[in-house]
């Protein structure tokens, strides 16, 4: 199973921005955002204060960023050029790229936003006092079908993401401390993806690693955002899990509930529910499935066992190089794919489609405790793909 | 040394946005950023497609909040009043922020944004569809002087920082796996805090601990944003650190140079020079001084020293609720703080002031390895106070 990108990818990717490109009357294409210069070139950083720019030309692509990201660029084979300011404010990168268009020969720009964005203080000029200047969101509508490559990704992170969950239960005992059991399980997980793919594992992290698995407990389990307390497990403890790993930029999501001890009799009846639940959205989903579709199909299981004044949130949501990504599976958005011409939703994309990867993850939450599981599932030509795969039944989730 | 922030803090901040807002011609201050609704009520939310909006008028303040984060809202003493939408996009969140703004007999407020950010593919419509709305960066502004309650969280914070920097060190030695050791020191200083606060610890983490500690290593340190590769230590690496525990929503930075093994001639050569650097540059500290000098002070010793092509980034910025906060002590800020015209770079704030807390990190990157030392220094009312502080000298820095 691939661990990296393929090269082929991010020509792929550049090939539909210029075809796009050439569609329009605009010079040149620009990108602000981090995952979407990511996408693009493969050159990911952390977006703070310091702008970075990608500008792509049909027949050029330089990139703008600050001093310090240069030697990160050299090397990038998608990357023409790459200039760069010293710093942020006294570096004016804004007048940089500026600069770098005009070179270019580039008046007029379609751009992911008309400036960088305002992280950690940023405050710069608009790109509009430089350039004409459209938005689009190209990018944003191009991730949301992921590639066969982008799937295997999310697929092998869902591999690591189980190992990880399986230390996460064996480390599980009253008695035991939340925190550092989490801990101790991202720990053995990051450490046995190093070492099973060697130098085939796509360097991401700082002073971190690459798998992350951990709990929230007790009461804290009734709420969704919940947190991990600071006290030791006790028999009776319910746990809402999750594990994920980053696999070249590409996560998954795997969510379970688990018992610390027996399940009593009310656990038993909503985890049961919740498992239902998943299951009837999971058997709803296909490609040309209106998202609407299945976040209703577990509504009107929860109405008819008398739970939806126990539901916090909608089904789920797609996932890729960020955890949450449109489209949502939220019955908001299939009325407007029906023709319903109310103004607060977009209604594009309301559609399951092939390359669509879905978190499916209704939740059930009383006043003590959560039932969520989170299952990560692809969106195949003719029905889905389970990408996680750890037991979803009572008996695989009692830690005895 | 108190580990949460006193209630009295919230009264005051929430005083401060009313005096404007009683100064103002609008009815209602308006908040969307998740970092400003914790600053302004303690209620932390992670900042998701799922809008969040507090509104602050003479006499009530009301959130309005996606379902599954309602009871978390509750019992909040500063929060009079909590609405809350289903999900997005079904829910429509603007509408229902525009139904309480309507019911409270707001028509024009000042808002930290016209609308809320994109985050994870959220697109909805601005608020001044329903409202008149001005935008204000009251908060950002009141952030940046750090209360003695806020500065004592940040020195907390330092105090486990250090502790995680001590495992780190003590896990390091030839053969050991750095994302390893990292994950090991997070762990135990994790560990520690949990321990040695008890019910003193504001609970913030989710599957994670509150204690961050790891290294990049190798020829990574000559990136400035390198990555931990996933190679075992070797004598001769040199190791670029980060050390910060989250206390009640607040970090410091510790940052460290080391060696594995005895420091070669160059190494030894570029780590005095960076150390000399930031000596110079906290000397330099203090209030009423421009952070343009103290930026110019390292920037004239690295032309002294013939090594500014080695410089890649400003000395520091600072930080508090965010990793990075204006203002940064860059030169560039503090030419238009003198009167230069030029309107790339915001001109306030380009005087240090008791309160600021500023990470101080002038760094030297060959193209085998780089030098950098992070220290955390508020400015007080008569010079500095380190709130960091692990050993900064070679010997404390070699690991044998």
């Not at 709420?223 to 899990?241: A, K």
Request: hydrophobic share 35%; with cysteine.
């Amino acid at each position: 199973m691939p661990t990296t990108l393929p090269a082929g990818e991010y020509r792929d990717r550049l090939a539909v921005v210029r075809d796009r490109l050439a569609a329009s009357d605009a010079d040149a294409a620009v990108y602000f955002g981090a995952t979407s210069i990511e996408y693009l070139t493969g050159f990911h950083h952390i977006q703070t204060e310091r702008p970075v720019c990608l500008a792509v030309s049909p027949d050029r692509v330089e990139l703008t960023v600050p001093r310090l990201e240069v030697e990160r660029v050299r090397g990038n084979p998608r990357i023409d050029a790459v200039h760069d300011y010293f710093d942020y404010p006294g570096g004016d990168p804004l007048e940089t790229v500026a600069g770098v268009l005009d070179e270019l020969g580039v008046d007029s720009v379609l751009a992911d936003a008309d400036g960088a964005p305002g992280a950690m203080g940023y405050d710069g000029p608009a790109l509009s006092e430089f350039v004409d200047v459209e938005t689009q969101s190209w990018v944003a509508e191009m991730r949301e079908a992921k590639s066969d490559a982008e799937v295997a990704l999310i697929r092998e992170s869902a591999r690591w993401a189980n190992l990880a969950h399986r230390y996460l239960a064996a480390h599980t005992e009253p008695g035991a401390h939340p925190v550092t059991v989490s801990q101790r399980a991202s720990m053995e997980g990051s450490r046995a993806m190093l070492d099973a793919l060697g130098d085939e594992y796509a360097v991401r992290t700082r002073g971190d690693g690459p798998v992350h698995a951990g709990y929230i407990s007790g009461e804290e389990t009734a709420l969704p955002h919940g947190h991990t307390p600071n006290e030791r497990l006790s028999v009776g403890d319910v746990l809402i899990t999750g594990a994920t790993a980053n696999v070249d930029g590409y996560y998954s999501e795997l969510e379970r509930t688990m018992f610390v001890g027996e399940a009593g009799d009310e656990d038993e009846h909503y985890f049961e529910l919740m498992c239902e639940a998943q299951q009837l959205a999971i058997d709803a989903m296909g490609p040309g499935v209106p998202v609407s579709h299945v976040d209703q199909v577990v509504w009107d299981y929860f109405a008819e066992q008398g739970v939806t004044d126990l539901a916090r949130h909608h089904v789920g949501h797609n996932i890729g190089m960020d955890g949450h990504e449109p489209p949502y599976v939220d019955r908001g958005w299939g009325a407007h794919a029906a023709g319903d011409d109310t103004e607060m939703a977009p209604d594009r994309d309301a559609v399951m489609e092939p390359g669509h990867v879905y978190t499916i993850e209704p939740g059930i939450y009383t006043a003590d405790a959560g039932y969520r599981h989170s299952d990560t599932i692809a969106i195949t030509e003719d029905g889905v793909d389970w990408l996680t795969y750890y037991p979803r039944d009572l008996e695989g989730n009692v830690i005895r």
